[in-house]
């Protein structure tokens, strides 16, 4: 990778009052200051006049991603790396920009986000919310954990921003450009920052509280339902095509290629374990949200889930269930035993899975294991998963 260079972006729509101020504040740690005007009306641009920077003027307001990705489309022609984006209201404090300009330089791959210090006063209770919702929905999605996803003070690689496409190119932006880097392999990394709310009759904010909610619970769950297709993302380390059960040789090779047959086992076992509880409509949620906690292989676990959808495992464990309460097999399969004794038969369900969840765990895990293991040593000697620096394929 080149070397690193860094420039500020300041995205501003109609915060002429304290647009200057933070301009002139980030000139003090840098010579290196985008401003991207996106269709302000109040005459801001213009209190610029006589400072070093350079301004792009957008003809009307497209949103904050649109401004974020128009300039860094800027600074990668002037030869820079990365972009360090800071809010134009005041919220972000240029003293540290030097924290930012060490984390890039360690880690000039990795987005980096400013998690802001809320023990002040002033924090809206709507943002205490925002970020440990936003924080919630980010580790489902992606297992990886990040404080403040609302957070706009970050540092881009710009080759980021070129590899990872989005949707979205206002406030839910910053949401989906983070999830989608993780996707693509990229680190997540954050740094704390200071952060200053101005008194509520100051406050100019442009996040409209119905309508950008509402985006942004649609991209949750469009992202919710990505994150649950057992396909893999495509990554800087390693690009396969869609894994399927229906493929099963293929897909085997692919998650023994990604994966230690440790790790895969214990993928399979925890995902045949919790999809075969009485729990329906949460067994998926539960697998998401407990993937990255227990470091597992999310593609294993999610192909893994299909071979406990009804009818077998259910079926079976409703026999099971039946046998443990009653003494006998169920053999009579009426209208009576399965329509009319259908809270029985639930009962029967929910006390067969408690004995069938942990033996199919067992054996899955075992079985996947010792193939797995076999399929390492047979294997060719030297082949690796290819490897390569900073550059993942488009999401």
Known sequence: ?????????????????????????????????????????????????????????????????????????????????HVIVMDADGQHKAEDLPAFFAAVEEDPCALIIGARNFNVPGVPGSSRFGRKFSGFWM????????????????????????????????YSFEVEIAVRSAWAGFAIKEIPVSVYYPPRGERVSHFRAVADNIRISLLNTRLTVRALMPVPFRRQALEVEGLSLLRPGHAFRTLCAAASPRQLAASTAWSLFLSTLPLPGLQTLLLLFTIGRRRLNRLCALL?????????????????????IHGAWLTEFTIQTLGYEAGYRFLDWMAGSLFLAPLLASVGGALVFAAASCFALLRRPGAERRDTSCGPAKV
């Open 1 to 81: 990778m080149p070397s690193v260079r860094c420039c500020v972006l300041i995205p501003v729509y109609n915060h002429g009052r304290t647009l200057r101020e933070v301009t002139a504040s980030a000139l003090q740690f840098t010579d290196s200051v985008l401003v991207v005007d996106d269709g302000s009306t109040d005459g801001g641009p213009a209190t610029l006049q006589g400072l070093p920077v350079t301004l792009i003027s957008l003809p009307q307001n497209q949103g904050k991603g649109a401004a974020i990705l128009r300039g860094a489309e800027e600074a990668r022609r002037l030869g820079y790396t």
């Open 139 to 170: 580790f489902l999605q992606t297992g990886v954990p990040v404080s403040d996803m609302q957070s706009g003070f970050r540092a881009y690689p710009l080759q980021l921003l070129q590899a990872v496409r989005c949707s979205e190119t206002r």
């Open 304 to 324: 893994m889930m299909p071979l406990t959808w009804p009818p077998f495992v259910p079926g079976l464990a409703v026999l099971l269930g039946y046998r443990i």
